[in-house]
């Protein structure tokens, strides 16, 4: 790993570089967070990297525990539930809302992103999350509503920290397609209700996708 560029923030770019090594599992889920080995390979102080974790903590992606330090979070069965409640509530409100406000250019961006997702997981299926990703990104854009896509980013990405566990199942990919493609459908033809009806499906079999992970000891979910 480089060290930051001095010319940019130390405290924004330690953030960000803390945050990738957690999304991409480098510092796996329960691991510790070690802040002399990461200042030492940042090449910065402690003061930027400890004002880091503290903003990973204020994001759900670190925790503190007295008398053991800071970790990366690792969620079990109830908090997987209890993320996916509120991931449906948001995602399932943003794609109702993107359904009513969408404009032209939105609904060509959505088709765009679902085509590169089928030609991305044909491609390199360790990319299969990213391309998903970028396609709910996609409709919380074209929902139009800045304070939902805000909470939502921070949903999303504590359900990244639980999937850099989880092997990729190409039989759930291929049924999220699925459900993007008719996702597009429903926001095309400015059908709220069915988009929001659709959301939900979807949700309710990557949750329970990741529930079966984690039952079967494999230490992963997604």
Do not use: K, W
Not at 74 to 93: G, P, S, Y
Not at 96 to 105: K, V, Y
Not at 118 to 135: I, K, M, P, Q
């Amino acid at each position: 790993m480089t060290g930051i560029p001095q010319r940019q923030s130390l405290a924004g770019q330690a953030v960000d570089v803390l945050r990738g090594l957690v999304l991409t599992g480098e510092i796996a889920p329960g691991a510790r967070v070690n802040e002399v080995d990461l200042a030492q390979r940042m090449r910065i102080s402690r003061g930027p990297l400890r004002e880091a974790v503290r903003h990973l903590i204020s994001e759900g992606l670190l925790v503190y525990e007295p008398h053991r330090g800071t970790r990366v979070r690792r969620a079990d069965a109830q908090e997987t539930r209890a993320l996916f409640e509120l991931r449906a509530a948001l995602e399932c409100a943003a794609a109702g809302l993107a359904a009513t406000r969408r404009t032209d250019a939105d609904l060509s961006r959505l088709r765009l992103v679902m085509h590169d997702t089928r030609l991305g997981f044909e491609s390199d299926r360790r990319a299969a999350y990213h391309v998903d990703l970028a396609f709910h990104r996609a409709i919380v854009a074209a929902a139009a509503s800045p304070l939902i896509a805000d909470q939502v980013r921070l949903v999303q990405q504590q359900v990244i920290l639980l999937r850099s566990r989880h092997a990729i199942d190409p039989g759930h990919e291929r049924a999220s397609m699925d459900d993007h493609d008719l996702l597009v459908a429903a926001i095309g033809a400015r059908d709220s209700a069915e988009a929001a009806r659709i959301m939900a499906v979807h949700l309710d079999r990557v949750r329970d996708q990741m529930l079966a992970t984690l039952e079967e000891g494999q230490g992963g979910v997604g």
